[in-house]
């Protein structure tokens, strides 16, 4: 799809400059420096002649056809040189100029004529305000970095030309290759999403990198990431999460969704690993790059000191990952050829004295072992250690394995050596224990995101014409808040149970209601004005007589007008007052960039005060609705404790699967609360006892 611009067979740089301190000289030498075997045509309006190729002063006096164009000229002449590649039949472009949108005011203009030159054409583009690309496999640089990245099996790409040209400084010092090299720049065109499509399978990327910080399109984000997790690890930082959602939320779900849930619930649902730091970023990069795909989660550390061996291991039980338990005939073989003050129980501790040798017995039985998936190899500098010695050591005996294996070799100098031998063998050495054990957990996470079995939907038969004329008749009185008679319709309509529940416009009618239902009964303000019915009085429960339900119509009419004297009331809503059960929050809140994020948790005033909720994007599998559920803190309580009854999970997972069912349906919720859902015990249901919805 971008062959064009990774794979030109011609290149034309239009602003190449005579001048050496020109971004258009720099570009271009970098293109004839790194070996690229193409056609380069430079384009200068007066030069004859750019560091010793013959210039044109348009790409329309080339003869030859021309695959990709690098746009290095000001922003006023940029439209009009993309008009002549357009012309020119050109493909892929490369636009290094800056001053379009990131400057704002006019440059956002011109950036939208820039996009609309490039579609009319049929073209692709990087950028604009782009360092440009580099592909090592095609040995182009079309770039002004100041270096070529050395060549390896990971594809990054990054919004950001400072963290490109900070990565390729540093992984030059570390040994490090890449495949491909893109710094995205506006991504007025080709995007994260793009790119993703385009490095699908790709036979020289092991692994693929991304800084990002924004996503445009989250729903083609999460489908794509979802096709290539399958077959490629892709790990992304993403900066710029921690603020909160710039739209006011008024639901509990908004208040508690921002864009940081948005992006860690995205990222989650598509298998898309996310680092937290730079560091990270690359410690993943490095193993996916280096290491086979782990089978289980049992893992081996071998050691010459105690302390980093302990660290280790409580890592290793914070990750998810396992210490493997030896065969007996490992623990014997063990026993029998390691110094008696040696632990053979995982970790394999072989002293600080070790030799070469005594590491060489511990890595052979730990790989040999078939309750190892994988192993941590730490080595700390002693007296008599051997750095580079072991570090070889390492090298020769784990040729071949199909089990992931790490180092952390912990100092300094004393291990320069040893270091660049394993990075050099592919064997990724971590600074620190826990950085290790992070990065085989995270291939472990990988492999059971690419096991994972197609997801299963659920679609229930609903009314769905009735809702959309309940909305259409809300948006015609003017109103985006659903009053509470309104959205038990929309409950309704889409099958979820709701208590018996009437609106009454008098004393007399409320009595009537109540003896019908039976009671106890519930007695709410019913107003399109008055959200939070709790906060003025405006509820009454447990009400059991007639005169008890007199006193409340007229108490609650009366806090109600004194409250909010221009509020539309509507009356008061009579409710049966159902049977006491767990409370469950089920919310929506629509992200800009995703979509509709639904909450599950705890319901009544336990969101306010423990915020445990889980996030999950809509539309939701059944798959991932049980794991939504289960991943909240309190869901021991809904599995019952100290004798108390399980909760009926099975109809909370319904109702989260009809909320996603009505949420994808009508994009213009933006904001849903069921709060709370009562769950009964199993095999009982659940039941809606209260509902707000906003439209946008």
Same mark, same amino acid.
């Given at each position: 799809?971008?062959?064009?611009?990774?794979?030109?067979?011609?290149?034309?740089?239009?602003?190449?400059?005579?001048?050496?301190?020109?971004?258009?000289?720099?570009?271009?030498?970098?293109?004839?420096?790194?070996?690229?075997?193409?056609?380069?045509?430079?384009?200068?309006?007066?030069?004859?002649?750019?560091?010793?190729?013959?210039?044109?002063?348009?790409?329309?006096?080339?003869?030859?056809?021309?695959?990709?164009?690098?746009?290095?000229?000001?922003?006023?002449?940029?439209?009009?040189?993309?008009?002549?590649?357009?012309?020119?039949?050109?493909?892929?472009?490369?636009?290094?100029?800056?001053?379009?949108?990131?400057?704002?005011?006019?440059?956002?203009?011109?950036?939208?004529?820039?996009?609309?030159?490039?579609?009319?054409?049929?073209?692709?583009?990087?950028?604009?305000?782009?360092?440009?690309?580099?592909?090592?496999?095609?040995?182009?640089?079309?770039?002004?970095?100041?270096?070529?990245?050395?060549?390896?099996?990971?594809?990054?790409?990054?919004?950001?030309?400072?963290?490109?040209?900070?990565?390729?400084?540093?992984?030059?010092?570390?040994?490090?290759?890449?495949?491909?090299?893109?710094?995205?720049?506006?991504?007025?065109?080709?995007?994260?999403?793009?790119?993703?499509?385009?490095?699908?399978?790709?036979?020289?990327?092991?692994?693929?990198?991304?800084?990002?910080?924004?996503?445009?399109?989250?729903?083609?984000?999460?489908?794509?990431?979802?096709?290539?997790?399958?077959?490629?690890?892709?790990?992304?930082?993403?900066?710029?999460?921690?603020?909160?959602?710039?739209?006011?939320?008024?639901?509990?779900?908004?208040?508690?969704?921002?864009?940081?849930?948005?992006?860690?619930?995205?990222?989650?649902?598509?298998?898309?690993?996310?680092?937290?730091?730079?560091?990270?970023?690359?410690?993943?990069?490095?193993?996916?790059?280096?290491?086979?795909?782990?089978?289980?989660?049992?893992?081996?550390?071998?050691?010459?000191?105690?302390?980093?061996?302990?660290?280790?291991?409580?890592?290793?039980?914070?990750?998810?990952?396992?210490?493997?338990?030896?065969?007996?005939?490992?623990?014997?073989?063990?026993?029998?050829?390691?110094?008696?003050?040696?632990?053979?129980?995982?970790?394999?501790?072989?002293?600080?004295?070790?030799?070469?040798?005594?590491?060489?017995?511990?890595?052979?039985?730990?790989?040999?072992?078939?309750?190892?998936?994988?192993?941590?190899?730490?080595?700390?500098?002693?007296?008599?250690?051997?750095?580079?010695?072991?570090?070889?050591?390492?090298?020769?005996?784990?040729?071949?394995?199909?089990?992931?294996?790490?180092?952390?070799?912990?100092?300094?100098?004393?291990?320069?050596?040893?270091?660049?031998?394993?990075?050099?063998?592919?064997?990724?050495?971590?600074?620190?224990?826990?950085?290790?054990?992070?990065?085989?957990?995270?291939?472990?996470?990988?492999?059971?995101?690419?096991?994972?079995?197609?997801?299963?939907?659920?679609?229930?038969?609903?009314?769905?014409?009735?809702?959309?004329?309940?909305?259409?008749?809300?948006?015609?009185?003017?109103?985006?808040?659903?009053?509470?008679?309104?959205?038990? @319709? =929309?409950? $309704?309509?889409?099958?979820?149970?709701?208590?018996?529940?009437? !609106?009454?416009?008098?004393?007399? /009618? &409320?009595? %009537?209601?109540?003896?019908?239902?039976?009671?106890?009964?519930?007695?709410?303000?019913?107003?399109?004005?008055?959200?939070?019915?709790?906060?003025?009085?405006?509820?009454?429960?447990?009400?059991?007589?007639?005169?008890?339900?007199?006193?409340?119509?007229?108490?609650?009419?009366?806090?109600?007008?004194?409250?909010?004297?221009?509020?539309?009331?509507?009356?008061?809503?009579?409710?049966?007052?159902?049977?006491?059960?767990?409370?469950?929050?089920?919310?929506?809140?629509?992200?800009?960039?995703?979509?509709?994020?639904?909450?599950?948790?705890?319901?009544?005033?336990?969101?306010?005060?423990?915020?445990?909720?889980?996030?999950?994007?809509?539309?939701?599998?059944?798959? @991932? =609705?049980? $794991?939504?559920?289960?991943?909240?803190?309190?869901?021991?309580? !809904?599995?019952?404790?100290?004798? /108390? &009854?399980? %909760?009926?999970?099975?109809?909370?997972?319904?109702?989260?699967?009809?909320?996603?069912?009505?949420?994808?349906?009508?994009?213009?919720?933006?904001?849903?609360?069921?709060?709370?859902?009562?769950?009964?015990?199993?095999?009982?249901?659940?039941?809606?006892?209260?509902?707000?919805?906003?439209?946008?």
């Amino acid at each position: 799809m971008l062959e064009a611009i990774f794979s030109p067979q011609s290149v034309a740089v239009i602003g190449a400059s005579p001048d050496p301190v020109r971004l258009g000289h720099r570009v271009l030498k970098n293109i004839l420096d790194h070996g690229y075997q193409g056609n380069i045509y430079p384009i200068h309006p007066r030069a004859t002649e750019v560091l010793g190729l013959c210039a044109y002063p348009s790409v329309l006096d080339i003869p030859n056809p021309i695959d990709l164009a690098v746009v290095v000229i000001p922003p006023q002449h940029v439209i009009a040189a993309v008009d002549e590649c357009g012309r020119k039949g050109i493909k892929g472009l490369v636009v290094i100029t800056a001053g379009f949108k990131e400057v704002g005011g006019a440059g956002r203009e011109l950036e939208r004529e820039l996009l609309a030159t490039v579609r009319r054409y049929g073209m692709r583009m990087i950028g604009p305000n782009s360092l440009g690309i580099i592909d090592t496999i095609s040995k182009l640089n079309a770039s002004f970095a100041n270096a070529m990245p050395l060549p390896g099996n990971i594809a990054l790409m990054s919004q950001s030309g400072a963290i490109c040209t900070a990565i390729l400084d540093w992984s030059h010092q570390q040994g490090i290759g890449f495949s491909r090299f893109v710094s995205l720049g506006n991504k007025t065109d080709v995007d994260e999403v793009a790119l993703l499509e385009a490095w699908n399978r790709d036979e020289h990327s092991r692994v693929i990198l991304a800084y990002l910080e924004a996503i445009d399109d989250g729903p083609g984000f999460i489908r794509v990431a979802r096709e290539v997790t399958k077959t490629t690890p892709v790990v992304a930082i993403k900066s710029g999460t921690t603020a909160a959602g710039t739209r006011a939320a008024s639901s509990h779900t908004g208040s508690l969704a921002g864009s940081e849930a948005a992006y860690e619930t995205a990222f989650a649902q598509s298998g898309i690993l996310r680092a937290r730091t730079l560091n990270e970023l690359f410690d993943l990069a490095l193993v996916f790059a280096y290491q086979p795909m782990i089978r289980g989660n049992r893992v081996a550390i071998v050691t010459n000191a105690g302390g980093p061996g302990i660290i280790a291991t409580d890592a290793v039980e914070r990750s998810g990952l396992a210490m493997a338990e030896f065969t007996p005939e490992t623990i014997r073989h063990l026993q029998e050829t390691l110094p008696p003050n040696a632990n053979v129980f995982n970790p394999i501790d072989v002293i600080g004295d070790a030799t070469p040798d005594r590491y060489a017995v511990a890595i052979k039985a730990a790989l040999a072992d078939p309750n190892v998936d994988g192993l941590i190899i730490l080595f700390t500098p002693q007296a008599v250690s051997e750095p580079l010695t072991i570090a070889n050591l390492i090298i020769n005996l784990t040729k071949g394995t199909d089990k992931p294996v790490v180092t952390s070799f912990m100092g300094g100098a004393s291990i320069e050596k040893a270091v660049q031998a394993l990075n050099a063998a592919r064997i990724p050495n971590y600074l620190f224990p826990e950085r290790a054990v992070q990065s085989l957990a995270a291939i472990y996470r990988q492999s059971l995101w690419q096991r994972r079995p197609t997801p299963t939907y659920r679609t229930f038969s609903v009314d769905r014409e009735r809702v959309a004329r309940l909305f259409a008749s809300v948006r015609e009185a003017g109103r985006v808040e659903l009053g509470e008679v309104e959205a038990r @319709e =929309v409950i $309704e309509a889409y099958g979820m149970r709701l208590p018996k529940s009437r !609106l009454a416009q008098t004393p007399d /009618e &409320a009595v %009537a209601i109540a003896n019908e239902f039976g009671y106890p009964v519930v007695m709410k303000i019913s107003s399109p004005d008055i959200l939070h019915k709790s906060d003025i009085g405006g509820v009454r429960v447990g009400l059991s007589d007639a005169s008890a339900v007199r006193d409340a119509f007229e108490l609650i009419e009366y806090r109600a007008r004194k409250y909010l004297p221009s509020a539309r009331i509507w009356g008061v809503l009579v409710q049966e007052m159902v049977r006491k059960g767990r409370e469950v929050l089920v919310g929506v809140s629509r992200d800009p960039q995703f979509g509709p994020l639904i909450a599950v948790g705890m319901g009544g005033i336990y969101v306010e005060v423990l915020k445990d909720v889980a996030f999950r994007l809509a539309p939701l599998s059944v798959e @991932e =609705v049980q $794991e939504q559920i289960r991943s909240i803190r309190a869901y021991p309580l !809904l599995r019952g404790v100290r004798g /108390e &009854a399980p %909760a009926d999970i099975a109809a909370i997972e319904e109702t989260v699967l009809r909320v996603s069912q009505l949420v994808t349906d009508f994009p213009e919720i933006v904001e849903m609360d069921i709060n709370p859902l009562v769950v009964h015990p199993e095999g009982e249901g659940a039941i809606v006892l209260d509902a707000r919805i906003i439209l946008n």
